[in-house]
């Protein structure tokens, strides 16, 4: 176990090797959601996230892995609005902030999590947390 003196959190650092792929689907076989929304979170888990970030191990995961991730999805012509892009990446910040729950990695890298240039929230009044909360 290793400690993270700052936030005086343990976690077992083989916990945090697992992939996101798999990770991603452990996450989604918990959740407690419609059928479109699960299809929805499938389809993009299975299309971008896997493709792109899949083999990472949680622990290897920075914010720089995911800025490039949703400038790649949003600019390179992957067909998706940047509102459904905004939806999806709140999706993969939950996926993270429960990796932190279950002590797997010590902090979420999408926490505090800015979109390129061009990209907006599709509220701005729903701060990322309540968002994040409401998966």
């Known amino acids: 176990m290793e400690k ?7 976690v077992d650092p083989p916990r945090g090797a ?17 059928e479109a929304t699960r299809c929805n979170y499938e389809g993009f888990i299975r299309n971008h996230l896997v ?4 083999r990472k ?19 390179g012509g992957a067909g998706l609005a940047a509102s459904t892009v905004n939806d999806r990446m709140v ?22 999590f800015g979109f390129p240039v061009g990209m907006r929230w ?5 701060s990322f947390r309540a968002r994040l909360r409401s998966i």
């Open 57 to 75: 191990p949680l622990a290897g995961l920075a914010r720089r892995d995911f800025e490039k991730f949703v400038k790649d999805i949003y600019r």
């Open 4 to 10: 993270d003196k700052k936030a005086r959190v343990c």
């Open 51 to 54: 493709p792109s970030l899949g």
């Open 18 to 34: 697992m992939s996101l792929s798999v990770w991603a689907e452990e996450w989604l076989e918990r959740r407690v959601i419609g």
């Open 91 to 112: 999706m993969v910040a939950a996926i993270m902030e429960a990796a932190v729950v279950d002590k797997r990695i010590t902090e979420n890298p999408l926490a505090a």
């Open 122 to 126: 599709r509220s701005t009044r729903t």
